[in-house]
Nanobody, 118 residues
Framework: QLQASGGGLVQAGGSLRLSCAAS????????MGWFRQAPGKEREFVAR????????SYADSVKGRFTISRVNAKNTMYLQMNSLKPEDTAVYYC?????????????WGQGTQVTVSS
């Protein structure tokens, strides 16, 4: 199971750090990713990280502002979000897998709401 947390309400320009904690099994040898879904929009890829953190990639819309990381000893993945914009408002989901499409991932967390006010 994956549990996403850390969402909230923040002003534009602010920062948040999301966490994704795994329980019940280890995900230390799996790629992991973050997706988001805004109201009325399709789910979109945000960032992904390889099993050892050696490879990461980001959607163009968040590149340079968001940083994905993980601590396998804690079975936890993070998404540091800086310089937040109103268009970053969405429910953020963590998932196990690799790739930039939702169907590339199998285990999903329940989502955490991020709201950025202008």
């Amino acid at each position: 199971q994956l549990q996403a947390s850390g969402g909230g309400l923040v002003q534009a320009g602010g920062s948040l750090r999301l966490s994704c904690a795994a329980s019940g099994r280890t995900f230390s040898f799996d790629g992991m990713g973050w997706f988001r879904q805004a109201p009325g929009k399709e789910r979109e890829f945000v960032a992904r990280i390889s099993w050892n953190g050696g490879s990461t990639s980001y959607a163009d819309s968040v590149k340079g502002r968001f940083t994905i990381s993980r601590v396998n000893a804690k079975n936890t993945m993070y998404l540091q979000m800086n310089s937040l914009k109103p268009e970053d408002t969405a429910v953020y989901y963590c998932a196990r897998g690799w790739g930039t499409k939702g169907h590339d991932y199998d285990y999903w967390g329940q989502g955490t709401q991020v709201t950025v006010s202008s």
